[in-house]
């Protein structure tokens, strides 16, 4: 199990960013994919995520109507498409992958996710 992400850069503040998760080794029907972030001094928090099988959509508060998680399952990427940006969503960002079937009240647990890809950094600035 393997999982790529990309697709971060630097960008102004109100600008766009897509990120991609790229998915090996299992498929997108069998594992859902959580989008964390870990900011500067701060703790990874959970941003977005994508079940299993039916595809539901779950996000933290502090970006839901800006961020938005989809997932191609042919090439079996999921996307994080990430629109009006603030400086305060400057950070390394990480897709991860679970085969549990995750809720509301537990998706954006860390534990619950078994596979995690590496990092690619997001700058917004102001």
């Known amino acids: 199990v393997q999982l790529q992400a990309s697709g971060g850069g630097l960008v102004q503040a109100g600008g766009s960013l897509r990120l991609s998760c790229v998915a090996s080794g299992f498929n997108l029907y069998s594992y859902g994919i959580g989008w964390f972030r870990q900011a500067p001094g701060k703790e990874r928090e959970g941003v977005s995520y994508i079940r299993r099988s039916s595809g539901s959509t779950f996000y933290a508060a502090s970006v839901k109507g800006r961020f938005t998680i989809s997932r191609d399952v042919a090439k079996n990427t999921v996307y994080l498409q990430m629109n009006s940006l603030k400086p305060e969503d400057t950070a390394i960002y990480y897709c991860?992958?679970?085969?549990?079937?995750?809720?509301?009240?537990?998706?954006?647990?860390?534990?619950?996710?078994?596979?995690w890809g590496q990092g690619t950094l997001v700058t917004v600035s102001s």
């Open positions: 991860a992958a679970t085969p549990k079937g995750l809720i509301a009240s537990s998706w954006s647990t860390e534990r619950n996710m078994h596979h």
